[in-house]
C-alpha cells in the first residue's frame, strides 16, 4: 500500500500535520480536533474528518462525542471540556458513566424522588 502513496506522490503527507480542515466557525479542541455546532446538532471532526455527530437534544450523541476524544487521546481532558462548556469533574463524571454502563450511562439522570420523613400507615 505504501508503494501506491509513494507512487501518487502522497508520501509527504506523513512527514507533516494534515491540512486543517475545519470549518470557520468550528471551536478548537487542540490542534487536532474541532467542534461545530449549531440549532440543528453538532460534530466533532479530527483532522477535518467526521469522528462524531449528534441531533439537537441528543444529549448523549454530545456527552458521548466529549468522552471520545479524551479517551481516544486525540484532546486533553481540559481542552474537551472547555470547548463542550463544561467543568472537569462534569467530563470525568461522563467519562466514569460511560466506562460503567456504556451509552446508556451518558443518559441524564432523573433527579430522586423525594422520601417522605414519615412512615405511612405506621402509627
Not at 54 to 80: I, N, P
Not at 114 to 122: D, M
Request: glycine residues 12%; contains cysteine.
Amino acid at each position: 500500500m505504501a508503494g501506491v502513496l509513494v507512487g501518487a506522490g502522497a508520501a509527504s503527507v506523513r512527514s507533516g500535520q494534515p491540512l486543517p480542515l475545519v470549518p470557520a466557525s468550528s471551536v478548537s479542541v487542540g490542534p487536532a480536533a474541532a467542534l461545530v455546532e449549531n440549532d440543528e446538532g453538532g460534530a466533532v471532526l479530527i483532522w477535518g474528518m467526521a469522528a462524531s455527530c449528534w441531533a439537537s437534544g441528543d444529549v448523549v450523541g454530545r456527552r458521548l462525542a466529549a468522552v471520545s476524544l479524551v479517551v481516544t487521546k486525540a484532546a486533553h481532558h481540559y481542552e474537551v471540556a472547555e470547548a463542550f462548556g463544561v467543568d472537569d469533574d462534569t467530563l470525568r463524571n461522563w467519562r466514569r458513566a460511560w466506562e460503567a454502563d456504556g451509552a446508556d450511562g451518558l443518559a441524564p439522570q432523573r433527579p430522586c424522588q423525594r422520601r417522605s420523613n414519615s412512615l405511612a400507615g405506621v402509627v
